[in-house]
């Protein structure tokens, strides 16, 4: 016998790998329809699909934790035939290649994670018949998908869970787990997921984990991890957010504007996209009823960029209040609009020769500034005069509104100034 060890007694004998754990939302992942959650409005046509001889090409849209994998992975089974599964973000078109050797049937997660050139990858494919895509995205596909790829999918649209549904299915991952819990308990967790069937399962196995007794909801709460309710700030969410934000503001409902602003800031939105559009918001509906909006909305800009976050939301949020109570008038706003469509549909007219500047002789000549009457020497600063080109009706693309200051910054202008 040796006097030296032997590789197996050096290093050990190989260890045995460690049981896998599997997550509580994979191990409920439903075998069949009989058994999935939500989503009836496409019952049938789920049902239609799964007795298809061939399965169409589709994507699933909706909202995290709704059944879209599910619904595929339920779908691709039911053909019987060979497939893959696979998450955008992980594979790359030259991984995919090799994926699809010898396979014609691929679950896609995530579709909308992939770039324009990524997604043109499956065009031929499914042009000819030999790829069957069965895709996935949370995000608005009019906005992710190319137009080219969109039109080669029929699309199926998920909701969020009702509270009926998230209720029965934390039952059943309570029941997985052997643990007790009450209807206040798995409802307080059923509003803590926020409609994410995927949240709810992970918050009921992370509190079957807890030690002691599990009977107060204030008390399991209070030792939940934080659920971070996070948008996709280049998806659906981040425009509908922004757009409930400016849009409370112009109907003056501060309480909704200062929701919508703590949606987007808990959501993770960068503050430098909220101070714009308050900037914008600021000319285009408060405008000249208040023109301290501006100033402030620009004011509130620099206080986030100087005092950063989380503290930026104190200006973000005066600002906000401030627009919502503000008087509104778009008069300013419409008056662009209007003189841009007269310029768009006759062009831009030669300016009247007499406001042109004569820097040459020769311009003289020609009757540049001939005739320009010099507004600062007349007693009130103004004079009668034409300043619009010729060709141009004598029309107010500017139409004063009684809101806020304008009445006060027009009372001169309509006396003295306004063209007849």
Same mark, same amino acid.
């Given at each position: 016998m040796s006097d030296h060890p032997s590789l197996l007694e050096e290093h050990g004998a190989p260890e045995q790998? *460690?049981?896998?754990? &599997?997550?509580?939302?994979?191990?409920?992942?439903?075998?069949?329809?009989?058994?999935?959650?939500? /989503?009836?409005?496409?019952?049938?046509?789920?049902?239609?699909?799964?007795?298809?001889?061939? %399965?169409?090409?589709?994507?699933?849209?909706?909202?995290?934790?709704?059944?879209?994998?599910?619904?595929?992975?339920? %779908?691709?089974?039911?053909?019987?035939?060979?497939?893959?599964?696979?998450?955008?973000?992980? *594979?790359?078109?030259?991984?995919?290649?090799?994926?699809?050797?010898?396979?014609?049937? @691929?679950?896609?997660?995530?579709?909308?994670?992939?770039?324009?050139?990524?997604?043109?990858?499956?065009?031929?494919?499914?042009?000819?018949?030999? @790829?069957?895509?069965?895709?996935?995205?949370?995000?608005?596909?009019?906005?992710?998908?190319?137009?080219?790829?969109?039109?080669?999918?029929?699309?199926?649209? @998920?909701?969020? %869970?009702?509270?009926?549904?998230?209720?029965?299915?934390?039952?059943? $991952?309570?029941?997985?787990?052997?643990?007790? %819990?009450?209807?206040?308990?798995? $409802?307080?967790?059923?509003? /803590?997921?926020?409609?994410?069937?995927? *949240? @709810?399962?992970?918050? &009921?196995?992370?509190? *079957?984990?807890?030690?002691?007794?599990?009977?107060?909801?204030?008390?399991?709460?209070?030792?939940l991890p934080d659920i971070i309710n996070r948008h996709d700030k280049s998806g659906d969410s981040h425009y509908e957010l922004a757009s409930a934000l400016i849009k409370s503001i112009r109907g003056s409902d501060p309480d909704a504007a200062l929701y919508y602003l703590a949606c987007l800031l808990e959501g993770g939105e960068d503050p430098r996209f909220i101070c714009r559009r308050l900037i914008l918001s600021a000319s285009e509906d408060v405008g000249l009823a208040d023109p301290r909006a501006l100033g402030m909305a620009v004011a509130c800009q620099q206080a986030v960029e100087f005092v950063g976050m989380p503290e930026g939301f104190i200006p973000l949020a005066e600002t906000v209040t401030y627009l919502a109570l503000a008087r509104k008038s778009n008069s300013s706003y419409a008056a662009f609009l209007n003189a841009r469509d007269l310029v768009r549909k006759q062009g831009p007219l030669p300016v009247p020769l007499h406001l042109r500047n004569p820097t040459t002789e020769l311009q003289k000549q020609w009757g540049y500034g001939r005739g320009y009457k010099y507004p600062h020497n007349a007693p009130e600063g103004w004079v009668p005069q034409r300043y619009l080109p010729e060709g141009v009706a004598l029309e107010h693309f500017y139409v004063p509104k009684d809101n806020g200051e304008e009445p006060r910054l027009t009372q001169w202008w309509k006396r003295k100034h306004r063209r007849s």
């Open positions: 790998p *460690a049981a896998v754990h &599997v997550p509580l939302p994979e191990r409920l992942r439903p075998e069949s329809m009989d058994l999935f959650l939500g /989503q009836p409005h496409l019952e049938k046509r789920i049902h239609a699909l799964l007795g298809a001889k061939n %399965l169409p090409s589709l994507l699933f849209f909706g909202p995290p934790g709704c059944g879209k994998s599910t619904i595929a992975i339920l %779908l691709a089974k039911s053909t019987g035939r060979p497939f893959r599964r696979v998450s955008a973000p992980e *594979a790359g078109i030259t991984q995919l290649r090799r994926l699809l050797e010898g396979v014609n049937l @691929l679950i896609l997660d995530e579709l909308h994670r992939f770039s324009k050139a990524q997604q043109d990858f499956f065009l031929p494919l499914l042009e000819s018949g030999s @790829l069957t895509l069965l895709a996935t995205t949370t995000e608005n596909p009019s906005f992710s998908v190319t137009r080219q790829l969109l039109s080669r999918l029929s699309v199926l649209r @998920l909701r969020p %869970l009702d509270l009926p549904e998230l209720l029965e299915l934390a039952r059943r $991952g309570a029941a997985q787990m052997g643990c007790e %819990l009450n209807d206040d308990i798995l $409802g307080m967790l059923c509003d /803590q997921s926020r409609g994410d069937a995927r *949240a @709810l399962l992970n918050l &009921v196995e992370y509190v *079957a984990s807890l030690p002691g007794k599990k009977e107060d909801p204030e008390a399991v709460k209070a030792v």
